[in-house]
């Protein structure tokens, strides 16, 4: 079963790969996204893992998310 990711999981991550490719990643945007999945991971019961490997494909890799 695909893990539902919350818009605003997204666009962090969003902002946290921009940040990343610019070589200019802060420690507030790359907490933020880690607090975020902890979060999501606590709410749902799956793992933290599972939850930051399904974002970061999601953002990085979209092209093997499309349904």
Known sequence: MAIELPDE???LEETAWVEI????LTVDTA????QGITE???ATGE???DVEAALKKHVR???LTAD
């Open 61 to 63: 890799h979209r092209e």
């Open 47 to 49: 793992s933290r893992y």
């Open 9 to 11: 999981l997204i666009q």
């Open 21 to 24: 490719q610019a070589r200019a």
């Open 40 to 42: 999501l991971a606590e």
């Open 31 to 34: 907490m933020a996204v880690q």
